[in-house]
């Protein structure tokens, strides 16, 4: 199993930058597939961006042009790189991966995008 530890959430300005973070209890180079999803309030949990171990990338409509993820295998540690943020983007950010078939969330963590 493994444990998935979110942070750099806040409050920030319309148009602003954020980088998450999402720390991995054990080495990440054997997981496949990791990748965040968002929950605003009362709406469904969506699909953010996912990366495989082999760096291929995929995203949300939504964010594509704005939001970057990456992965470093040797700090165990995925991220989503967050710039021109609007109001659209508040919501509790998750941190996934996916692991023998099972998949593991973090906590999540709260991204506020005040205008």
């Known amino acids: 199993q493994v444990q998935l530890v979110e942070s750099g959430g806040g409050l920030v300005q319309f148009g602003g930058s954020l980088r998450l973070s999402c720390a991995a209890s054990?080495?990440?180079?054997?997981?496949?597939?990791m990748g965040w999803y968002r929950q605003a309030p009362g709406k469904q949990r969506d699909l953010v961006a996912t990366i495989t171990s082999g760096g291929s990338t995929n995203y949300a409509d939504s964010v594509k042009g704005r939001f970057t993820i990456s992965r470093d295998n040797v700090k165990n540690t995925v991220y989503l790189q967050m710039n021109s943020l609007n109001a659209e983007d508040t919501a509790v950010y998750y941190c996934?991966?996916?692991?023998?078939?099972?998949?593991?969330w973090g906590q999540g963590t709260q991204v506020t995008v005040s205008s």
């Open positions: 054990r080495s990440i180079s054997g997981i496949d597939n």
């Open positions: 996934t991966a996916i692991l023998w078939s099972r998949q593991y």
